[in-house]
């Protein structure tokens, strides 16, 4: 097999370059380092069959980070017939050192010069011909965004010799080693005006940057993003919920009418209930990450970093973290994968950890549904914005206290890359990478969980499940802090999902709507009803959320730490809240 | 000279030296901040947040005690 693999620094549209050729969806991010595992794909070039591999992005052969190793490794290790170098046509003052470090190995090269188009609009000229004979290999200018010279460089690439090669990277030199030839070459080949124009990007950072504004905007930014996901979201949402119900009466109940009441009730409440209530996400998960594409690849989330990075150094994390976290409140799932842009392990870890914590919309609407049957009007916005302020103090003070066991050793120096106007093809792309991975954990992992909470509410009988006993044996310990049996069960639906918290509610209580209000408002006082809602933002938020948290750190121990610290703290919280509140109280 | 910490905002200075731990060093030279490079501070983050510095076409941010590490001098204001 005929191996050609992709190199090139972060940020310089590799990963766009990889789904141009192979045509597959190799995730895209206009940010540092997003390729996680190695992506590779086959093409027929020619007359030959060959795997092009997308590496992840690496700064310098000679590096020493986790991606840097993984590249290195590949490539001293495979065999290859020829290797792509992608360099950013605007930035080769930097970036035409890797080029010369790969031919000093020997590598059969092509050398692409991607965002040709950003570099003729920024007045760069750049002499490929002579370029490419100083460096031995054919140099290239494209624009794998626009699809520019994809023709031409195929058609270099079906000319590469085709013997195989083996880097020998037992004589690698520095990258420093390479600078003054860098120079030399950029300073012969390529020319530059002598004054840069004001860029867009610099009058679009004095405003998103600007220190009174740009947290305002950012968070306006997200409100909007949120805002649009559900108003277009929603109604497919509900659409989506009402042809699954048809198909279940038409179609499904009728035809499994003469099976077993076990297999009947598992098959169709269990089973089909829960998928279908997962499967109605697709749609949000979609628009969610579209909508999250557009922001990411235009550079915005690394000047949000920027802005942030400040007060989150302080607490251990770093700018990104925080982008995170503000993801967070719009659904944890994507959260936790968006962590991948931390590269150091533990700093990552450490991200994921403060993510859980963050109230995600599915966690409001629970709050929006007590809030406004246990309080009036003039108090219920507090009581939201409370929540709020609890999330993000429990969210960074976890970061806090376990700062020193997660201490990152990444060397911290991002790049801000120039806005760029995001691609309707890119977009869509990510759209549907993201909902096909989601979907494919909700097949396994949530499946699992929404068949063991039918049966423990279903079995041995329904009015006195196996539920309903592990209510009986939280009493002791959900007493305490004021949630009493009924709602604890809804709490036992909500490791599942928050989304099927009040539906459980309206199951347990037979009661709906206004119904439900009035019976929880008579049930419950305002601090009982505060303290259940503290728990829900804190303890697990949901199998999905835990079951990306075990995908995302491949660890077990590190998705059970996660969920026993989120239970203890929410209990640890509840109880002195409830507690103390109630003692307060008794003094007047 | 001075640390590049201190230089003035949108004021042009050449590197000197990177007194930074190895390996954000290696980082930083493969982003273009080396010795000999031209640098400018465009802005200072907020509540002790990172520096947003230019070199060549590239922009990046670099945490404050870290360009407390490098060693700048400033070059004479072109005219015109």
Same mark, same amino acid.
């Given at each position: 097999?005929?191996?050609?693999?992709?190199?090139?620094?972060p940020?310089t549209?590799k990963s766009?370059?990889f789904?141009?050729?192979t045509?597959g969806n190799?995730?895209v991010?206009?940010?540092p380092?997003?390729?996680?595992e190695?992506?590779?794909?086959?093409?027929l070039l020619?007359?030959r069959?060959?795997?092009?591999?997308?590496?992840?992005?690496?700064?310098d052969?000679?590096?020493?980070?986790e991606?840097?190793?993984?590249?290195?490794?590949f490539?001293?290790?495979?065999?290859?017939?020829?290797?792509?170098v992608?360099?950013n046509?605007t930035q080769?003052?930097?970036?035409?050192?890797l080029?010369?470090q790969?031919?000093?190995?020997g590598?059969?090269?092509?050398?692409?010069?991607?965002?040709?188009?950003?570099?003729r609009?920024?007045?760069?000229t750049?002499?490929?011909?002579?370029?490419?004979?100083?460096?031995?290999?054919?140099?290239?200018l494209?624009?794998?965004?626009r699809?520019?010279?994809?023709?031409?460089?195929k058609q270099?690439?079906g000319?590469?010799?085709?013997?195989?090669v083996?880097?020998?990277?037992?004589?690698?030199?520095?990258?420093?080693?390479?600078?003054?030839?860098e120079?030399?070459?950029?300073?012969?080949?390529v020319s530059?005006p002598?004054?840069?124009?004001?860029?867009?990007?610099?009058?679009?950072?004095r405003w998103i940057?600007?220190?009174?504004?740009?947290?305002p905007?950012?968070?306006?930014?997200?409100?909007l993003?949120?805002?649009?996901?559900?108003?277009?979201?929603t109604?497919?949402?509900?659409?989506?919920?009402?042809?699954?119900?048809?198909i279940?009466?038409?179609w499904?109940e009728p035809?499994?009418?003469g099976?077993?009441?076990?297999?009947?009730?598992?098959l169709?409440?269990?089973l089909y209930?829960?998928?279908?209530?997962v499967?109605?996400?697709a749609?949000?998960i979609?628009?969610?990450?579209?909508?999250m594409?557009?922001?990411?690849?235009s550079?915005?989330?690394?000047?949000?970093?920027?802005m942030m990075?400040g007060l989150?150094a302080?607490?251990?994390?770093d700018?990104?973290?925080?982008?995170?976290?503000?993801?967070?409140?719009?659904?944890n799932?994507?959260?936790?994968?968006?962590?991948?842009?931390?590269?150091d392990?533990k700093?990552?870890r450490?991200?994921?950890?403060?993510?859980p914590f963050?109230?995600c919309?599915?966690?409001?609407?629970?709050?929006?549904f007590?809030?406004?049957?246990?309080?009036t009007?003039?108090q219920?916005?507090?009581?939201?914005?409370g929540?709020?302020?609890?999330?993000?103090v429990i969210?960074?003070g976890?970061?806090?206290?376990?700062?020193?066991?997660?201490?990152?050793s990444e060397?911290?120096?991002?790049?801000?890359?120039?806005f760029r106007?995001p691609?309707?093809?890119?977009i869509?792309?990510?759209g549907?990478?993201?909902t096909r991975?989601?979907?494919?954990?909700a097949?396994?992992?949530?499946?699992?969980?929404?068949?063991?909470?039918?049966?423990?509410?279903?079995?041995?009988?329904?009015?006195?499940?196996?539920?309903?006993m592990?209510?009986?044996?939280?009493?002791?310990?959900?007493?305490?802090?004021?949630?009493?049996?009924?709602?604890?069960?809804?709490l036992?639906?909500?490791?599942?999902?928050?989304?099927?918290?009040?539906?459980?509610?309206s199951v347990?209580t037979?009661?709906q709507?206004?119904?439900?209000?009035?019976?929880?408002?008579?049930?419950?006082?305002p601090?009982?009803?505060?303290?259940?809602?503290?728990?829900?933002?804190?303890?697990?938020?949901?199998?999905?959320?835990?079951?990306?948290?075990?995908?995302?750190?491949?660890?077990?121990?590190?998705?059970?730490?996660?969920?026993v610290?989120s239970?203890?703290?929410?209990w640890?919280l509840?109880?002195?809240?409830y507690?103390?509140?109630?003692?307060?109280?008794?003094w007047f | 000279?001075?640390p590049?910490?201190?230089?003035?905002l949108? /004021?042009?200075? &050449?590197?000197?030296? $990177?007194?930074? +731990?190895a390996?954000l060093?290696?980082r930083l030279c493969? =982003?273009?901040l #080396?010795?000999?490079?031209?640098? /400018?501070?465009l &802005?200072?983050?907020? $509540?002790?947040? +990172?520096?947003?510095?230019?070199?060549?076409?590239?922009? =990046?941010?670099? #945490?404050?005690e870290?360009?407390?590490?490098?060693?700048?001098?400033?070059?004479?204001v072109?005219?015109?």
């Amino acid at each position: 097999m005929h191996r050609i693999a992709l190199v090139g620094m972060p940020n310089t549209g590799k990963s766009t370059l990889f789904n141009r050729i192979t045509g597959g969806n190799a995730r895209v991010a206009n940010w540092p380092g997003l390729t996680v595992e190695l992506a590779s794909h086959r093409i027929l070039l020619g007359a030959r069959m060959v795997q092009m591999v997308d590496l992840p992005g690496i700064y310098d052969l000679s590096g020493g980070a986790e991606d840097e190793q993984i590249a290195q490794s590949f490539l001293a290790s495979t065999p290859l017939t020829g290797v792509i170098v992608l360099l950013n046509a605007t930035q080769l003052d930097r970036q035409l050192g890797l080029a010369l470090q790969l031919k000093a190995l020997g590598a059969p090269m092509i050398v692409a010069l991607n965002m040709a188009d950003e570099a003729r609009s920024a007045g760069i000229t750049i002499d490929t011909a002579a370029l490419g004979q100083q460096l031995g290999c054919p140099v290239l200018l494209i624009s794998a965004k626009r699809g520019d010279g994809m023709a031409e460089l195929k058609q270099a690439l079906g000319q590469l010799p085709g013997q195989e090669v083996q880097l020998d990277f037992s004589h690698l030199a520095p990258a420093a080693t390479f600078h003054d030839e860098e120079a030399r070459l950029h300073h012969t080949h390529v020319s530059r005006p002598p004054t840069m124009p004001a860029s867009i990007t610099t009058r679009i950072d004095r405003w998103i940057l600007h220190p009174a504004l740009g947290l305002p905007l950012f968070v306006l930014t997200m409100f909007l993003l949120f805002q649009l996901t559900f108003a277009i979201g929603t109604p497919l949402q509900d659409a989506l919920g009402s042809g699954l119900d048809w198909i279940k009466s038409t179609w499904l109940e009728p035809s499994l009418a003469g099976a077993p009441e076990i297999v009947r009730g598992a098959l169709l409440d269990g089973l089909y209930d829960g998928v279908g209530t997962v499967l109605t996400f697709a749609p949000l998960i979609f628009l969610f990450f579209s909508l999250m594409a557009v922001i990411e690849d235009s550079g915005y989330f690394a000047r949000a970093a920027f802005m942030m990075d400040g007060l989150m150094a302080r607490l251990g994390l770093d700018g990104r973290g925080f982008v995170m976290l503000m993801m967070g409140f719009g659904c944890n799932v994507p959260a936790l994968m968006g962590t991948r842009v931390i590269r150091d392990p533990k700093a990552r870890r450490l991200t994921m950890l403060t993510i859980p914590f963050a109230l995600c919309s599915a966690r409001l609407q629970i709050f929006l549904f007590l809030c406004s049957a246990l309080f009036t009007p003039a108090q219920a916005p507090w009581v939201l914005l409370g929540l709020y302020l609890a999330s993000i103090v429990i969210a960074l003070g976890t970061a806090w206290l376990l700062r020193r066991r997660f201490t990152s050793s990444e060397p911290f120096a991002l790049e801000l890359p120039p806005f760029r106007l995001p691609l309707f093809r890119q977009i869509r792309l990510r759209g549907w990478g993201e909902t096909r991975s989601f979907l494919r954990m909700a097949s396994t992992m949530i499946v699992t969980g929404v068949l063991l909470v039918w049966f423990l509410t279903h079995y041995p009988n329904e009015h006195h499940s196996y539920a309903a006993m592990v209510a009986q044996v939280l009493e002791p310990v959900l007493t305490p802090i004021g949630i009493h049996s009924e709602m604890s069960i809804a709490l036992i639906f909500g490791f599942v999902a928050k989304e099927v918290v009040l539906g459980a509610l309206s199951v347990i209580t037979g009661m709906q709507g206004n119904a439900l209000s009035a019976h929880l408002a008579s049930s419950m006082d305002p601090v009982s009803a505060i303290s259940f809602m503290l728990f829900t933002l804190i303890y697990v938020p949901c199998v999905a959320t835990m079951a990306t948290m075990h995908k995302e750190s491949k660890s077990v121990w590190f998705t059970a730490g996660s969920v026993v610290w989120s239970l203890g703290l929410a209990w640890v919280l509840c109880f002195v809240f409830y507690q103390g509140t109630r003692l307060v109280s008794g003094w007047f | 000279m001075c640390p590049l910490f201190e230089l003035s905002l949108q /004021t042009p200075a &050449r590197v000197l030296k $990177l007194h930074t +731990p190895a390996d954000l060093t290696q980082r930083l030279c493969a =982003l273009g901040l #080396r010795p000999g490079r031209e640098v /400018t501070v465009l &802005r200072r983050g907020w $509540l002790g947040g +990172p520096l947003q510095l230019r070199i060549g076409s590239t922009e =990046l941010m670099l #945490r404050r005690e870290h360009a407390r590490a490098i060693v700048v001098e400033t070059l004479p204001v072109q005219e015109g």
